[in-house]
């Protein structure tokens, strides 16, 4: 179980630590969306995307019990969060990335001390390695998103916007997230819920990837369809996680699927009208109401932005579609 | 005179309005220039830039004051921050712009409700224009910087970043912040040395376009010598104010003159490293940094990137190059 409480620890240990990110808006896309929608923009977190909230959350807990070397998994968000939190308490990080993720994940990993171990995602497992080499090393494995530490390192992206729409007076009706393996979800889920009970909570993922969505409608875990790559690379988990996905049933309305042609409309847009840089998966809930698929009228809509370590060429690609 | 209670009331005036933008870094910025570097990124303002703060500041006492119109001439982030702050207070915005502003400041200022009338900067006084419009149409004239109202407004960027250093423990040794007709730089100098009188405070300015710099060193207000198209359009006015350029000279170490490869870098850095975006003109601090033209080892740095109004295909380019 994952409590508020738990949501409130891991804020306390992050406040001066995590950046406060901003709640942003744009006139022109609250005229055109004909209400009023507000981004929470982790792609401004620091190493560019959320993941650092849960990877510091679970960090400094085993540095307390003196841990001194870790293993993680992940397509590169998870794993530069990881190695910065590490840095921090004088830990060995080691990282295990596929060897397709973006240099730009790749390379930041690298800069922030972690030493990178490539893999084939489409013939090995990273679970599998991953466990090797924890026992191998006498490391302990940071798991992406199935965790408490980390689920509630997670959450306070939605407290933190909890407190930013009370500051400003606003009651969201709705709450858009990118969902991976529903780490962030499910966090931001209780988070939300806990100040703002009625609002209804809505999940984004890529066509073709909606493993969560399908997921859902089925009440029980179901596995993606294809491992081809996608532009989505930071949220293309192959399943909801195991703690995460009754959290999710819990707490959320249903999720809606998008095309890259939104994916990189999205894109503009955010680089257009809120000047953020956000990565493909960062910016699939802009791409659901660009996409019309969740209507936006005279209602007040919370859309997370959860990362923006895109290479240079997609976003440029993005750009000159405009 | 502008005084720091003068920035303290029009901080209280802005809050819960302006955007409060969140203070930055990057670790491997932090890395590559071997000190500390902080952003006050105000490409997050409302309407992409400063502006928005002193325009409402401004046009807040104007609206108590019972005036109903107003007029501007403005480069774009002016003209948007002035139309956005009418139509809050329910007034008639005019606004002078050349026929040469990026088209993103152009659309923007018309989506805002201003009425748009467009002249050639090489030909026509934008100040002539503004006089004979303000009689005319009996409206009010809103300067862009030569206004103790307006000077105060965007000293609160800097009133902010001094909370949010402070929050931080940290005390600046130095500040560089883009430098058109100088509003900013004043209002900015005057808070920050108010929190940190030892601090170090820098202008930076397009070469070719070192109005500034010039003046700074002649003791006296000179004109830029020259009136070509510039990639940095909004801080490319032609002499400091009669108002901000004492202020200046009383606050200010010196200035420092960028290429428009270093603007470029510059602009593709923030894009990759920080995730948000910055046009020319508001990038020209990190570009001193990046020319290596002051040094930042062991010491703590505040940069403001005062806009993020560009055009698509100047982010495109700016991104190719990397």
Redesign the interface.
């Known amino acids: 179980m994952v409590t508020y409480a738990h949501i409130a620890d891991a804020y306390q240990r992050l406040k001066?630590i995590a950046?406060?990110?901003?709640l942003?808006e744009s006139?022109?896309l609250n005229?055109s969306l004909e209400g009023r929608v507000l981004f929470k923009v982790e792609?401004?977190q620091?190493?560019?995307s959320f993941k650092f909230r849960g990877a510091y959350n679970k960090l400094s807990q085993l540095a307390q019990q003196g841990v001194t070397g870790i293993v993680a998994y992940s397509s590169g968000n998870h794993a530069q969060g990881v190695a910065?939190a590490a840095s921090m308490f004088n830990m060995q990080a080691t990282i295990i990335m596929p060897t397709d993720s973006p240099s730009?994940k790749i390379n930041?990993t690298r800069?922030?001390g972690g030493e990178v171990i490539l893999y084939d995602r489409y013939t090995q497992s990273r679970e599998d390695i991953g466990h090797a080499l924890a026992q191998e090393r006498n490391l302990a494995l940071v798991k992406p998103y199935d965790d408490r530490d980390i689920i509630a390192g997670q959450g306070t992206v939605g407290l933190e916007a909890s407190q930013q729409l009370q500051?400003?007076g606003l009651v969201p009706d709705q709450v858009i997230t990118p969902c991976g393996g529903g780490g962030l979800v499910s966090g931001t889920a209780i988070a939300i819920h806990e100040h703002f009970s009625a609002a209804h909570l809505w999940v984004a993922e890529p066509e073709h990837y909606d493993d969560t969505i399908r997921s859902l409608d089925a009440g029980k875990r179901l596995s993606n369809l294809t491992a081809q790559p996608s532009l989505c690379d930071a949220i293309v988990t192959p399943m909801p996680g195991e703690l995460t996905f009754p959290i999710m049933q819990e707490h959320l309305q249903g999720g809606l699927a998008v095309s890259e042609e939104h994916v990189l409309a999205a894109m503009?847009t955010c680089?257009?009208e809120?000047?953020?840089?956000?990565e493909p998966g960062g910016c699939v809930g802009l791409a659901a109401l660009l996409a019309g698929l969740l209507p936006t009228r005279d209602k007040t809509t919370m859309v997370v932005l959860s990362g923006?370590?895109a290479d240079?060429?997609v976003?440029?690609r993005a750009?000159?579609k405009?």
């Open positions: 001066g950046t406060r990110t901003p942003l006139n022109s005229q792609a401004l620091r190493t560019g910065l730009i930041n800069a922030l500051a400003l503009a680089m257009q809120l000047k953020v840089v956000v923006g370590n240079p060429q976003l440029a750009l000159i405009v």
